[in-house]
């Protein structure tokens, strides 16, 4: 090996990324019976036609998939209401988060988002070589005026959880246009309504009339949180000029064959999507009631999963329950990372799964 020949390195910046570490999904060994509740995965499972869609393609797989996933995109606007046009698909939306970065950053520009607010924006930022600006919140909750405080004239995007991971807590309808309205017009503001197919509340809106109404807000969605997780299918529905720059770095056949045909068949399913957010809706009014009865403090959540805070003793402390917990079956998320080294974010479950964890957190209090 020539010792005078330098390696190849990454862009600058690139080094200074912390990967994203992915929720547990193993139990220690020994354990037989694994409840996964770090991933806020729909614990109905996906829909039995997306399961049958997606054996159907099997046989096909020799061929490529439609690079503009059309069918998705049409299918998705028929249930929203929306121009297929301005959809686009993507491999989860994860990816579209990173297209967003790369086609709006660039290094000396300025994102924000809130302390607490889901990761992979920071990772994303840093990749495309932009500075992250992490803005305080109020009561675990994004606050508009300190993210209009941290607006500089370099920034370029604001990323806005609603509702927030791991947080669970939602910024209303209004203050979401105060936000807008206050924001330069350069200024894409990137709704991320992840879970909003779970929020029950008069005074949300996951953003798809301001999308309509104005040239730079772009909202993004999922099928991971409704039963399809491993398909990886999100979705980005926004202004045709941003439709049109996305259009030119995605992946020419970003979304895979069974991917758009899972997708098809599980947003046409609306029955498995209302049953989802039926069960969603009685089991985490029961954990929020249960927790709050054991004395653990839980952020009011709107997801389909809740943030439960742990006390100051060592013996009781988040990390501990996570080991008491994950020697039973039951795998909550840790996130330290985000900002909460004592609490754990635990994923609505089946009623076993949610009355699993309530009476080991019971005996393991008492401990
Ligand atoms: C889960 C999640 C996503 C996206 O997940 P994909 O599986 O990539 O679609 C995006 N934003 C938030 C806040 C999430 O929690």
Redesign the pocket.
Known sequence: MKQDQPRPTPRAGIMDIEAYVPGKSTAPAGVTKVYKLSS?ENPLGPSPKAIEAAREVAAKLDVYPDGTARRLREAIAEVHGLNPANIICSN????I?GLLAQTYLAPGDEAVFTEHA?M?YKIYIQAAGAKPVAVKETDERADVDAILAAVTPRTRIVFL?NP??PTGTYVPFQEVRRLHAALRKNVLLVL?A??AEYVRRNDYEAGIELVGSSENVVM?R????LGL?GA???WMYGPAHIVDAINRIRGPFNVNATAIEAGIAAIRDRAHIERSAAHNEKWLAWLNEELTKLGLRVTPSVGNFVLIHFPDDNRHSAAAADDYLSARGYILRRVTGYGFPNALRMSVGTEEANHGVIDALKTFLKS
Request: no cysteine.
């Open positions: 806020n989860g939306s994860d990816e988060l889901f992979v959880a927030n991971n991320d992840a879970y993004t999922t099928f991971s949180k997780g990886r299918i999100g």
